[in-house]
Structures are given as structure tokens and as C-alpha cells.
Nanobody
């Protein structure tokens, strides 16, 4: 059974940084396209950043230049480095793994940006 476990969320002041991590178990990590999604209060879940199995990346316009996604296939893990955080980045952040019709989600981690 594939499991995704996020860590690294928390409370940070505007302009601060956080680093989210996602660990995957139960399958061959390198075969999956990975991504971070977020869902803010009263909003739909949206893609924040994605990274393919060949490490091609994509970002939402709202986070370009501030967030960096990366993966370590040897450690079965993915990270999201978030810099220059803004109050509008406040959301529950979810780790996602996709391969063909398979689609897995983590339980989510709360990120709150507030002074």
C-alpha cells in the first residue's frame, strides 16, 4: 500500500521560510510524478508545484520565484522550499503522487503565515 507522509508545516511570519517534506513508501518512488497542492480556507485545492519522474518542474504563477520543488529518488522523498511567504500562502498543503491512473494523497500539513 502506497503511503505519503508530509512534515514541516507550521506558523511563520510574513517574509519567512518553511520547508515541507513528503516521504513515500510502498512503491517505487522514481516512477511517480509528484506534486504539492494546497487548499486555503473557502478555496478549491490547487496545484502549487509539480515535478515529473524526470525532474521537470512546474509552478503556479503565484509562487514562481519563491518556492522550489525537488525530489530525492534515493531517499524516496520530495521537498518544497518556501521562501518570502505571504499571508495568502496560508493553507493545508498536500503531497500527491501520480502514475497512470494511480493517484495518492498525503494527509496534509497546515501552513499559516501570520504576524
Amino acid at each position: 500500500q502506497v503511503q505519503l507522509v508530509e512534515s514541516g508545516g507550521g506558523l511563520v511570519q510574513p517574509g519567512g521560510s518553511l520547508r515541507l517534506s513528503c516521504a513515500i513508501s510502498g512503491s517505487i518512488f522514481s516512477n511517480y510524478a509528484m506534486g504539492w497542492y494546497r487548499q486555503g480556507p473557502g478555496k478549491q485545492r490547487e496545484l502549487v508545484a509539480g515535478i515529473s519522474s524526470s525532474s521537470t518542474t512546474e509552478y503556479a504563477d503565484s509562487v514562481k520565484g519563491r518556492f522550489t520543488i525537488s525530489r530525492d529518488n534515493a531517499k524516496n522523498s520530495m521537498t518544497l522550499q518556501m521562501n518570502s511567504l505571504k499571508p495568502e500562502d496560508t493553507a493545508v498543503y498536500y503531497c500527491n503522487a501520480k502514475k497512470g491512473i494511480l493517484n495518492y494523497w498525503g494527509q496534509g500539513t497546515q501552513v499559516t503565515v501570520s504576524s
